[in-house]
């Protein structure tokens, strides 16, 4: 089934290396999310990535994600891995179904194995450069007023996860 969000690019005029340059984005995006997460938990002295550390990566690269350097040579790379991909798809249709099936058991055997409750969280006091921003940038979040678009749309997503996450955690 396709989601909502899959036809409105299937059906869009999108060419498709507009598609792919969006593609490439998120992804990069999220990739570099979740690494800051992990090394600001780490950093903290926990053993689990939790909600609230993708938070902090996703705040920290909402600053950082545009203004990096190497965002141009990375942007290339996964665009031309995105390119590869969807080329690879066209040949490949008849073993998705063998794919599909592998991933079901592999994610049998995972279950139940982490039940547990979410570790709590722990400021990281850590002085790098990564747990001082991410800090820097959770005191000042509600402050941060981006002009770019973007970056704006950003917030308020991230402003919607954390809501929900207060509200569940009451
Ligand atoms: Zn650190």
């Given amino acids: 089934m396709q989601t909502g969000i899959q036809n409105m690019i299937n059906t869009s005029t999108l060419d498709s290396d507009t598609e792919n340059k969006i593609i490439s984005l998120l992804t990069l995006l999220l990739e570099k999310s979740i690494e800051t997460a992990l090394t600001y938990s780490l950093h903290a002295g926990t053993k689990q990535v939790g909600s609230q550390h993708i938070i902090l990566g996703l705040q920290y690269q909402a600053h950082e ?4 350097p190497e965002l141009d040579t990375e942007f290339a790379d996964c665009m031309a891995q995105i390119q590869n991909m969807s080329e690879d798809d066209e040949d490949e249709e008849s073993e998705e179904d063998e794919e599909s099936e592998e991933d079901e058991e592999s994610e049998e055997d995972d ?4 039940d547990e409750d979410e570790e709590e969280f722990k400021v990281s006091l850590c002085d790098c450069d990564i747990c001082t921003k991410c800090n820097q940038y959770e005191n000042g979040w509600d402050d941060w007023h981006p002009d770019d678009p973007i970056l704006h749309g950003l917030k308020t997503a991230i402003n919607n996860v954390k809501l929900r996450l ?3 955690s009451e």
């Fill in 65 to 68: 994600f545009l203004e990096r």
């Fill in 111 to 114: 279950e139940g194995e982490e």
């Fill in 166 to 168: 207060n509200e569940e």
